[in-house]
């Protein structure tokens, strides 16, 4: 289980800190690939493997939009001895990527965010719209 959130900054080759904590978590590797609100997200290679097989397991038409979207520019990626992962120059691209970073663990996955953007999605979700996701859903 992936939870918290942690702020690092990311040098100009694209090295970032990765939390110690979510390493241990997602194991020695582990993809990263763009997704949804225009963030990173990072899987463990078992929970990557579930997400495949589940794409696997859709219709053409409905797995290929999701196919190019993701697979493209998903890759690997191996902490090195600091705990640093490198991303790649078109994921930072993509997610607007710079400098300082926001890393979310999010249950199965974690999350890379441009940290003033993930500051600002942060303040459009207050405890009301917390309690109707949770009524709506019926948690």
């Not at 409905?62 to 640093?84: M, T």
Request: charged share 30%; proline share 4%.
């Amino acid at each position: 289980m992936l939870f918290g959130e942690f702020f690092h900054n990311m040098d100009q080759k694209g090295r970032m800190n990765f939390p110690s904590r979510m390493r241990d978590e997602l194991g020695d590797r582990f993809c990263v690939t763009l997704w949804s609100d225009n963030c990173l997200a990072v899987f463990s290679e078992k929970e990557w493997e579930r997400i495949c097989d589940r794409i696997r397991q859709l219709p053409l038409a409905q797995a290929s939009k999701i196919q190019h979207y993701i697979f493209p520019n998903a890759c690997i990626v191996e902490p090195d001895r600091q705990g640093r992962i490198l991303i790649p120059q078109n994921l930072r691209e993509s997610a607007g990527l710079d400098k300082d970073v926001a890393v979310i663990g999010v249950m199965d996955r974690a999350e890379i965010w441009d940290k003033a953007r993930w500051i600002e999605n942060k303040k459009n979700f207050n405890s009301k719209s917390f309690e109707e996701h949770l009524e709506e859903n019926e948690i």
